[in-house]
């Protein structure tokens, strides 16, 4: 039997409480005993640690996490453990590594191909059904607690391909077949990545029949919607007449208003979702506490160039007679979609360019377009299109849209949890959140700063104990947070030296005064831990 025991550190408990000084007893990967003098009569204990002038709190829950990949690479997750996260969940924004493409020769990398950029490279093993991916996640030690939504994406590709249509009644079926037994399989919910291909072509249909698979199961029904800027509220009427319709839980991803001229709109938005939940519809939502977003090259672009992924946009823009149209595209809303145009929107001085793999474009990465058009000489349309294909689409672009006081008011809102969205990519530039989401968080919008808008408490309740229980990533009557029976995901932090490090200049940096953190009791990250 294995045993830890902190002695005399204050005490989040994670279920929005005041901390109380008190030591905390772990036993074989479970929290045994918290109180004040619990360790007291242990005599056994492996180590013990003196908490004195530091806080225990429980293990953060990513709930907005692209580590479908990362899982099984290398290092993959450091950047999660290093800021406390003990329990990551993954499929988000319809995107995911599984069900694996059928073999062919030579290899179909179609959906690997356009994930790329968010996923980073996919392991090189297959899951013929998301259940089975399921099942890895459970069974093999991956060193954090790792759940799953049902991504659409992989799912409908499995069924029709990368094809940008409507599905039929037939295909339909089988996709809502193939969601409900990875839902059965432990699943969490699905996800739809609505503004990517090719969830994007998903008609009605398609979509209400998912939801009823999630709601048959009550299942999470969660959503990248399609438009975050001047069609908000309409996306988000999209997920909700889902919820309302089938009666299934609904939960919108980083929930954000972009755009010039969307500043201010957030609380407009977030009466909007009050109004709903008085309507009966149970809905939440997610954010990441920074002024940009990140995501794929591919998605600057109108949608109709995705009908094959990334490679009918390589041809779009590699073909002289298509290219104009495609560029000219950029500069004017699309017709005929609810999808945003990003380009438009903020202009090519707001979107950087990241994840480069030509050695002759290293100079270039975490530049933005206008400047890297002025170094080159060119015109930003034509320099972008020149880099996409030479790069052969592998681009990530970090896009300063985002009104960061509509964040605060939208993490303000108590529906609202926290989940990083970070892009675990161990090359090139990468948004911060990857590293510094639940430290910034903690340290800049919870307490009693400037821009605080939540309790240090209630920051802790967030990230913790209220996103276990709304992804119910255990059974509502496991215990869950720094209390007996629950397990022992927990970090040991100085709060005199607690700090976000990560900045856009220098994003590769996890926060400082973390001393430990533990994942069903093994010591994972942390000084105590030693370098990661």
């Given at each position: 039997?294995?045993?830890?025991?902190i002695?005399?550190?204050?005490?989040?408990?994670?279920?929005?409480?005041?901390?109380?000084?008190?030591?905390?007893?772990?036993?074989?990967?479970?929290?045994?005993?918290?109180?004040?003098g619990?360790?007291?009569?242990?005599?056994?204990?492996?180590?013990?640690?003196?908490?004195?002038?530091?806080?225990?709190?429980?293990?953060?829950?990513?709930?907005?996490?692209?580590?479908?990949?990362?899982?099984?690479?290398?290092?993959?997750?450091?950047?999660k453990?290093?800021?406390?996260?003990?329990t990551?969940?993954?499929?988000?924004?319809?995107?995911?590594?599984?069900?694996?493409?059928?073999?062919?020769?030579?290899p179909?990398?179609?959906?690997?191909?356009?994930s790329?950029?968010?996923?980073?490279?996919?392991?090189?093993?297959?899951?013929?059904?998301f259940?089975?991916?399921?099942?890895?996640?459970?069974?093999?030690?991956?060193?954090?607690?790792?759940?799953?939504?049902?991504?659409?994406?992989?799912?409908?590709?499995?069924?029709?391909?990368?094809?940008?249509?409507?599905?039929d009644?037939?295909?339909?079926?089988?996709?809502?077949?193939?969601?409900?037994?990875?839902?059965?399989?432990?699943?969490?919910?699905?996800?739809?990545?609505?503004?990517y291909?090719?969830?994007?072509?998903?008609?009605?249909?398609?979509?209400?029949?998912?939801?009823?698979?999630?709601?048959?199961?009550d299942?999470?029904?969660?959503?990248?919607?399609?438009?975050?800027?001047?069609?908000?509220?309409?996306?988000?009427?999209?997920?909700?007449?889902?919820?309302?319709?089938?009666?299934?839980?609904v939960?919108?991803?980083?929930?954000?208003?972009t755009?010039?001229?969307?500043?201010?709109?957030?609380?407009?938005?977030?009466?909007?979702?009050?109004?709903?939940?008085?309507?009966?519809?149970?809905?939440?939502?997610?954010?990441?506490?920074?002024?940009?977003?990140?995501?794929?090259?591919?998605s600057?672009?109108?949608?109709?160039?995705?009908?094959?992924?990334?490679?009918s946009l390589?041809?779009?823009?590699?073909?002289?007679?298509?290219?104009?149209?495609?560029?000219?595209?950029?500069?004017?809303?699309?017709?005929?979609?609810?999808?945003?145009?990003?380009?438009?929107?903020?202009?090519?001085a707001?979107?950087?360019?990241?994840?480069?793999?030509?050695?002759e474009?290293?100079?270039?990465?975490?530049?933005?377009?206008?400047?890297?058009?002025?170094?080159?000489?060119?015109?930003?349309?034509?320099?972008?299109?020149?880099?996409?294909?030479?790069?052969?689409?592998?681009?990530?672009?970090?896009?300063?849209?985002?009104?960061?006081?509509?964040?605060?008011?939208?993490?303000?809102?108590?529906?609202?949890?926290?989940?990083?969205?970070?892009?675990?990519?161990?090359?090139?530039?990468?948004?911060?959140?990857?590293?510094?989401?639940?430290?910034?968080?903690?340290?800049?919008?919870?307490?009693?700063?400037a821009?605080?808008?939540?309790?240090?408490?209630?920051?802790?309740?967030?990230?913790?104990?209220?996103?276990?229980?709304?992804?119910?990533?255990?059974?509502?009557?496991?215990?869950?947070?720094?209390?007996?029976?629950?397990?022992?995901?927990?970090?040991?932090?100085?709060?005199?030296?607690?700090?976000?490090?990560?900045?856009y200049?220098?994003?590769?940096?996890?926060?400082?005064?973390?001393?430990?953190?533990?994942?069903?009791?093994?010591?994972?990250?942390?000084?105590?831990?030693?370098?990661?």
């Amino acid at each position: 039997m294995s045993t830890t025991v902190i002695t005399g550190a204050t005490v989040h408990d994670g279920r929005g409480g005041a901390a109380q000084v008190a030591d905390v007893v772990v036993r074989d990967g479970v929290v045994a005993a918290v109180g004040p003098g619990a360790g007291a009569s242990v005599v056994d204990a492996d180590r013990q640690f003196d908490g004195r002038g530091l806080e225990v709190l429980p293990g953060f829950v990513d709930v907005h996490a692209h580590d479908d990949a990362a899982l099984f690479r290398p290092g993959g997750i450091t950047p999660k453990t290093a800021q406390g996260v003990t329990t990551t969940i993954v499929g988000n924004c319809g995107q995911g590594v599984a069900p694996s493409p059928p073999r062919s020769d030579p290899p179909d990398r179609s959906l690997e191909q356009y994930s790329l950029p968010v996923l980073g490279p996919f392991p090189d093993r297959r899951w013929p059904t998301f259940g089975d991916y399921v099942e890895t996640l459970a069974r093999e030690p991956l060193g954090i607690h790792a759940r799953a939504l049902v991504p659409h994406a992989p799912v409908r590709a499995s069924v029709l391909g990368m094809g940008r249509r409507a599905a039929d009644a037939a295909e339909t079926s089988r996709i809502a077949g193939a969601v409900g037994e990875a839902l059965d399989a432990g699943a969490l919910g699905v996800s739809l990545g609505l503004m990517y291909a090719p969830g994007d072509a998903a008609d009605r249909a398609e979509l209400l029949a998912i939801a009823q698979e999630v709601a048959a199961r009550d299942g999470l029904l969660v959503a990248h919607v399609r438009n975050e800027a001047d069609g908000l509220r309409a996306s988000v009427d999209e997920l909700a007449s889902l919820g309302l319709e089938t009666g299934a839980r609904v939960h919108v991803s980083h929930l954000k208003v972009t755009g010039p001229r969307n500043v201010g709109g957030m609380g407009a938005i977030v009466e909007h979702l009050d109004d709903l939940r008085e309507r009966g519809l149970d809905i939440s939502a997610d954010v990441y506490p920074y002024d940009a977003g990140s995501t794929t090259v591919a998605s600057l672009f109108p949608p109709s160039t995705a009908d094959r992924g990334v490679e009918s946009l390589l041809e779009a823009l590699g073909d002289p007679s298509t290219r104009a149209a495609v560029l000219a595209g950029l500069e004017q809303p699309w017709p005929g979609t609810a999808l945003e145009n990003q380009w438009a929107a903020i202009g090519p001085a707001r979107i950087l360019l990241a994840g480069f793999a030509r050695p002759e474009h290293a100079g270039l990465e975490g530049r933005s377009i206008a400047e890297i058009a002025v170094e080159l000489s060119g015109e930003p349309l034509e320099v972008l299109a020149d880099l996409v294909l030479a790069e052969r689409g592998a681009l990530t672009v970090i896009v300063f849209h985002t009104d960061l006081e509509g964040m605060r008011t939208a993490l303000a809102w108590p529906h609202t949890l926290v989940g990083s969205d970070g892009l675990p990519r161990e090359s090139g530039t990468v948004p911060p959140r990857l590293y510094g989401t639940f430290a910034r968080l903690l340290d800049v919008y919870a307490g009693t700063g400037a821009a605080a808008v939540l309790t240090r408490e209630e920051a802790v309740h967030r990230m913790s104990v209220a996103a276990h229980r709304r992804f119910r990533t255990v059974a509502s009557s496991t215990p869950v947070g720094v209390v007996p029976g629950a397990a022992a995901d927990l970090q040991l932090v100085d709060p005199r030296a607690y700090a976000d490090r990560a900045t856009y200049a220098e994003p590769r940096r996890s926060p400082s005064g973390v001393r430990g953190v533990w994942v069903a009791g093994e010591l994972v990250a942390g000084e105590l831990a030693g370098p990661a």
